[in-house]
């Protein structure tokens, strides 16, 4: 599971150094899970008299059946880690919500925010593709306990669908969370637009001119 509750905890953070520590926490947890969980399972057929009883013809089967049970353990983990995801972005439970830095900066005469929702729904269910995407390259039992080269590797890879789906559910919670703050945006331009679109430059202009004419 991506550790990412407690970051709320350091405070406001940078949305790409979020993502590059989501990065980062897949690739360990991935390296974690080949060495301990796999090789657990790998000790397990190494035992060959546990295994004994099974007829020479219906070993291929047998492995196949691990395979596919191996492949619904890594697909409920990384559909498990992507709900957890999700939840933390939950309205009706805020606790472990994280928190991205954002300013407003001004671009071509307008207020606008950085990062934009745009980059921040990228960065936030890019967060999905990168889950979705571990635990591509676990190979399968059989060819593992094999000692060839190169391995056969267990395609675990989530529905489409479900992905879409939830990055799907991100996007429109993200929506819902930046209403305030297009609500604060707005409330900024009404207050202050006159200091940056050309307005308050125009009156200083008109005041000076006065000035000028009343000395003359």
């Known amino acids: 599971r991506v550790a990412i509750t407690a970051g709320r905890a350091e405070g406001p953070v940078d949305s790409e150094n979020m ?12 390296e974690k899970i080949m060495s301990s969980w796999f090789h657990e399972v790998v000790s397990i057929f190494y035992d060959t008299n546990s295994f004994s009883h099974i007829p020479p ?3 291929e089967s047998f492995y196949n059946c691990v395979s596919q049970l191996m492949v619904n353990i890594i697909t409920g983990i990384l559909s498990h880690t992507i709900t957890s995801w999700v939840e933390l972005f939950n309205p009706q439970d805020m606790t472990h919500l ?10 071509d005469s307008e207020m606008v925010f950085s990062p934009t929702l745009q980059e921040l729904e990228d960065v936030v269910t890019g967060v999905v593709d990168t889950i979705a995407k571990s635990l591509q390259n676990v190979p399968t039992i059989h060819s593992y306990m094999s000692g060839a080269s190169s391995f056969t590797l ?6 489409e669908s479900i992905v879409e789906q939830n990055k ?17 945006l707005k409330n900024f331009e009404d207050k202050y637009r006159y200091l940056f679109d050309g307005t308050a430059q125009k009156r200083k202009k008109y005041r000076l001119r006065l000035c000028v004419d009343t000395t003359a």
């Open 98 to 107: 994280p928190l991205y830095k954002m300013q407003l900066v001004l671009e």
């Open 154 to 159: 267990i395609k675990s890879s989530l529905d």
């Open 19 to 30: 993502k590059n520590n989501v990065i980062l926490d897949c690739e360990k947890n991935e």
């Open 57 to 59: 013809s219906r070993k």
């Open 168 to 184: 799907k559910l991100l996007k429109d919670r993200l929506v819902t969370y930046f209403e305030d703050a297009k609500k604060h």
